[in-house]
């Protein structure tokens, strides 16, 4: 089992409509990477958070630290917003972990005009 | 500000060639990483660096070599390719160990054959 779990893995929506994808993690973390992949693309990174909310213009990105559970929501979405999701956990594991981020397998976005 | 760079953008490599991957960012950030992203799967670190003369293994640095003499560059090389290493290689940076915004590279598509 991944450290790092996405869900849906597969996610079609029509344009306007509310996107929400989701990411769990099994550790403890002290910050959680949400980043942006489009096709044949480089990597953007989003947001990062280690507690609380987020937002960025339509991007809405919340974490609940006791749940182990991070959300990334998309409002009034738009066909540009296709591209795949992932979700990137720092595990709180002390000096030895430098640059050990956990990533999830992505979120795959396709929003329908 | 550039911010990551890397080239060159496709290579094919035939099996038991050597190459190095550029990567340089404009932003004197400390950490640098190199990661492969696989069709399907998550992004696994291949070797990272905390500044200028400091480099370590990652998850999977077998088959690669890296150098760090700047605060600036970070080449990835790959000695004696083989086809397992037929991936996309993102190289990224950051300010602080994984607790502020990673900055991708574009990515290197390679193909070993």
């Known amino acids: 089992k991944n450290e790092v779990e996405q869900s849906p893995q597969n996610l079609t929506a029509q344009e306007g409509e509310f996107i929400t994808i989701n990411c769990s993690y099994s550790?403890?973390?002290?910050?959680l990477h949400w980043l942006q992949q489009h096709p044949g693309g480089g990597i953007v990174s989003l947001f990062m958070?280690?507690?609380g909310k987020k937002k960025h213009g339509r991007l809405i990105a919340t974490i609940n630290i006791q749940e182990k559970h991070s959300s990334l929501h998309i409002t009034a979405s738009h066909p540009r917003d296709s591209a795949v999701y992932i979700c990137?956990?720092?595990?709180?594991?002390?000096?030895?972990?430098?640059?050990?981020?956990?990533f999830g397998q992505g979120t795959i976005l396709t929003v329908h005009p | 500000n550039a911010g990551v760079t890397q080239t060159p953008k496709f290579r094919i490599l035939k099996i038991g060639q050597s190459m190095t991957l550029q990567c340089a960012q404009d932003?004197?950030?400390?950490?640098m990483y190199w990661y492969r992203q696989d069709p399907g799967m998550g992004l696994k670190l291949i070797y990272y660096?905390?500044?200028?003369?400091?480099?370590d293994k990652g998850e999977v640095p077998n088959g690669y070599n890296v150098s760090r003499s700047t605060t600036e560059d970070f080449p990835l090389r790959l000695e004696l390719a083989a086809p397992s290493q037929t991936s996309v290689y993102f190289c990224?940076?950051?300010?602080?160990?994984?607790?502020?915004?990673?900055?991708f590279g574009n990515g290197t598509r390679l193909t070993v054959t």
């Open positions: 932003m004197n950030h400390n950490y």
């Open positions: 660096s905390v500044g200028a003369g400091i480099t």
């Open positions: 990224a940076s950051s300010r602080r160990d994984g607790r502020e915004a990673l900055h």
């Open positions: 958070l280690s507690s």
């Open positions: 550790v403890g973390i002290s910050a």
């Open positions: 990137a956990c720092k595990m709180d594991a002390g000096g030895t972990s430098y640059g050990k981020l956990t």
